[in-house]
């Protein structure tokens, strides 16, 4: 991975001594509608050379990207800021936190297609995973979940109903797994600002994490 | 100017240039997306329609993710279902409630089919997609 990516970047520089201009041009405007420029410096030793920002929030669907503007229906979709006026607001996502939203009665989502009495089966039981870091241990809230979920969307396909049966971790949920499955696709994504949601059982506070063997035995040291 | 081998290194690095600018562009586009639509554009391009795209923010303001995903039978997994209009007149998937009855009918069909041309199969705004080295390109090949 460390390889690939140094050698993405080598390859960016490259590209931009070579005479291939197109690609420059390309890079630019990248570079400007995404990335704070330095004054007058080659583009590809913009200052935040891979931050990606979210500039535009929340955006109608006529200038989102991937609707097309040209399609006469395309404007009569709801923008997202106007459904969302009223919600109890996040920092990642869609910018709602649907928890809470939910939970203050802002929405009524049905349970049932057509019967909107029914009501959902709510299972209050916390999992805690314990996690070989310094990041709090995770709780994993049945309660949130079966709000909006079944059983059967989670058990036994992506998790076998016992406590501490399946195997995940940071990079599995990154790539998609496990609870990656819906968080950082329709529930919320995991960013600098979120992980707390998910790590919010604080360690012990004599807590230390292990020293790592390498350094143990380095007979410099 | 270059030097020729420098310039044979070059060409062989220029590909990987574009492809990672591509990718960039694909990413920035990605940015103004609202979070949770999908792109789904298995059969569309080739019938000549524009993309379908599914807007889950939308949805889940009416319905909870078990409507769809455990009665309607949703895989989770965008374009996995292979929707297809036979399906959705017959009332599966879409059709379960775009039917005149839960929501309006399948005749309107450019509110859903309103993607920009050409545009692959996707998942918006994901958290694989933000991340800087585009770790998402085997997930969508699985």
Same mark, same amino acid.
């Given at each position: @991975? ?15 001594? #070579?005479?291939?201009?197109?690609? $420059? ?37 006529? =200038? ?5 503007? *040209? ?10 800021? =106007? #459904? ?35 009501? *959902? ?22 309660? $949130? ?6 059983? *059967? ?16 971790? @940071? ?41 790592? $063997? ?8 | ?10 060409? +062989? ?6 492809? /990672? ?25 080739? /019938? ?7 807007? !889950?923010?939308? !949805? ?9 995903? /455990? ?5 989770? +997994? ?8 036979? +399906? ?9 409630? !775009?039917?005149?009855?839960? /929501? ?19 998942? !918006? ?11 998402? +390109? ?5």
């Amino acid at each position: @991975m460390n390889f690939k990516t140094k050698s993405i970047s080598l390859a960016f520089a490259l590209v931009a001594v #070579a005479p291939l201009s197109a690609v $420059q041009a390309e890079d630019a405007v990248i570079a400007q509608s995404d990335t704070i420029n330095v004054a007058s410096v080659s583009a590809v030793n913009t200052f935040n050379r891979n931050l990606k920002k979210e500039t535009n929030i929340n955006a109608a669907p006529s =200038e989102d990207g991937i609707h097309d503007p *040209a399609n006469d229906s395309t404007h009569v979709l709801q923008p997202p800021k =106007e #459904a969302f006026s009223g919600f109890v607001t996040s920092k990642f996502g869609n910018y709602v936190d649907w928890v809470k939203t939910l939970e203050e009665g802002k929405i009524n989502p049905r349970w049932d297609r057509i019967n909107p009495a029914e009501e *959902a089966f709510v299972m209050d039981m916390d999992i805690v995973r314990e996690v070989k870091s310094s990041v709090p241990d995770v709780i994993f809230p049945h309660r $949130q979940h079966t709000e909006w979920l079944a059983c *059967a969307n989670c058990h036994p396909t992506i998790f076998i109903p016992q406590q501490n049966a399946n195997q995940f971790n @940071m990079s599995s949920i990154l790539l998609g797994k496990d609870c990656g499955v819906c968080h950082g696709k329709v529930s919320f994504p995991v960013t600098t600002k979120s992980c707390g949601l998910c790590h919010s059982k604080p360690k012990p506070a004599d807590w230390e994490p292990p020293m790592s $063997q390498a350094s143990l035995k380095n007979p410099w040291k | 100017m270059i030097l020729n081998p420098l310039r044979k290194f070059i060409n +062989k690095f220029a590909c990987v240039g574009i492809l /990672a600018g591509l990718v960039l562009m694909l990413g920035s586009q990605n940015v103004h997306a609202e979070y949770g639509d999908v792109v789904i554009n298995n059969y569309s391009d080739a /019938a000549g329609m524009r993309p379908a795209v599914f807007p !889950h923010w939308f !949805h889940r303001i009416r319905f909870r993710c078990k409507v769809c995903h /455990a009665d309607l039978g949703f895989e989770f +997994k965008a374009g996995g279902n292979k929707i297809t209009m036979a +399906k959705i007149i017959d009332g599966q998937f879409c059709g379960a409630c !775009h039917n005149g009855e839960v /929501a309006w009918s399948v005749e309107n069909c450019n509110m859903c089919h309103s993607g920009n041309p050409g545009t692959p199969t996707h998942f !918006h705004g994901s958290t694989v997609q933000r991340l800087v080295a585009p770790a998402y +390109k085997s997930l969508e090949s699985k």
